[in-house]
């Protein structure tokens, strides 16, 4: 019977599901469903030092349905981090710990660029209690006119002095969740990874514009009659994660090995974690997920995920993680691999000649050849 119960940066996970940092952690009382429900771990809504500056709207999310109206396929947020004040968080984290000490809390964390506020702030989640960090580098819209979130995020040198402060502040495990608005995901990720981070978390959501609203002309979603671009999200950025997922994996195994990789963008189901897995993720977090499915969705994605390693006889998670990452290569090599196939397909083809039904016009000049010589 194979297990999903999982260590990663010291951390036991009961199994890989996380709750992604969003709506579903964003006060005690969500946070206590998931783990009831049987999350792996949670990430709680971003903190910062001060919540007053943190002011949201409504409506703050806008969707994309699929053709037949009947799924929501992609979903885009204006949503800031945690707008209550950290002296609460704080007593929930700590009131999270008693409730359920075995269960894996993680703080994520955003601040603006100065060591005493990335210090504090971690000083003020550490003693709590919490199990680790993740440092929210990547939220697409809002903080980044503070210079906060994917303004970070986007920065390599600024990542890595953050990462570096971080380090030094806390002996917990610190993943960096990664923007996926850059061109190449393995700058910042290196830079996180150089800078101290145990493991980067990724992707973020997409900065987005989901439409404009034909019979108004004003895009969505729309306050006061005006919008901001925001962040997809849900099943249509998965392959896109997927991609960066794959990037970050070949990075870690080439130049970080022993560090961690959280998977996170569009994922539903058992099948898609163990994409995410297959491409080297050793966790996998989930946000928009949860707000279309509730938080029950865990067990039929814990089910889906053992009955994949069940068919392959995978009796860990390390029994295939990253295994599908030696099937990417070049264009190049694709072409020369197909050329090769060709030819070899073609000299089989001529070798086979049993009966005059296998003669061939492709070939009919090997296969004379090859009847020729013994
Ligand atoms: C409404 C909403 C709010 C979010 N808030 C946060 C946040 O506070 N901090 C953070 O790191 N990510 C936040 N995210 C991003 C998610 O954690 C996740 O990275 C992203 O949505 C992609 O995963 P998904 O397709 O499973 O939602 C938010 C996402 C959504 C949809």
Redesign the pocket.
């Known amino acids: 019977m194979p297990t999903l119960a999982t260590t990663v940066d010291g951390l036991n996970l009961p199994n890989p599901f996380i709750i ?4 579903p952690g ?1 006060n005690l009382n969500v946070i206590s469903k998931a783990f009831q429900e049987g999350w792996g771990a949670v ?1 709680a ?2 903190v910062s030092l001060d919540a007053s500056k943190v002011i949201n709207v409504a409506p ?2 806008a969707k994309l349905f699929s053709g037949d109206k009947q799924e929501v396929i992609g ?3 204006i ?4 707008d209550r004040p950290l002296k609460i968080w704080v007593e929930e984290f700590k009131k999270c710990k008693d409730r359920f000490p075995d269960r894996i809390l993680i703080a ?1 964390i ?1 601040e603006e660029y100065r060591k005493d506020a990335w210090f504090e702030i971690v000083e003020r989640c550490e003693e709590t209690g919490v199990d680790a960090f ?1 440092l ?1 580098f ?2 697409p819209h809002g903080l980044p006119e503070r210079k906060m979130g994917s303004a970070m995020g986007e920065d390599p040198e600024i990542l890595e002095e953050v990462c570096g402060w971080v380090a030094v502040a806390t002996k917990k495990p610190v993943w960096a ?1 990664m923007t996926p608005n850059v061109t190449r995901i393995e700058e910042p990720s290196r830079a996180a990874l150089r800078g101290g981070a145990k493991g980067v ?5 997409i900065r987005c514009v989901m439409g404009v609203n034909l019979d108004t002309l004003k895009p969505e979603p729309s306050v006061e009659g005006y919008t901001t671009p925001g ?5 249509a ?2 392959p896109i ?1 997927l991609r960066m997922v794959m990037e970050a994996a070949n990075l870690v195994r080439q130049e970080f090995p022993g560090r961690t990789i959280s998977g ?5 189901t058992g099948e898609d974690a163990a994409q995410f897995m297959l491409l080297g993720a050793d966790t996998i ?7 279309k499915f509730g938080y029950e969705c865990i067990k039929p994605m814990r089910d889906e995920l053992l009955a994949f390693m069940e068919k392959h006889q995978f009796e860990t998670l390390s029994d295939f993680k990253g295994k599908s990452l030696d099937y990417f290569t070049s264009h190049a090599d694709l072409v020369r691999r197909q050329i090769e196939r060709k030819a070899a397909q073609k000299a089989a083809a001529a070798k086979s000649v049993r009966s005059d039904a296998e003669w061939s016009g492709d070939t009919f000049v090997q296969q004379s050849d090859s009847l020729s010589r013994h």
């Open positions: 992604a940092s969003g709506p964003t990430i809504k971003t703050r999310y979903w885009e947020n949503e800031l981090i945690s994520s955003m993740e929210n990547s939220c969740k978390s990724l992707i973020n959501t962040g997809y999200s849900s099943k950025v998965k994660a996170i963008g569009g994922i539903e977090q989930v946000c928009t997920g949860v707000m």
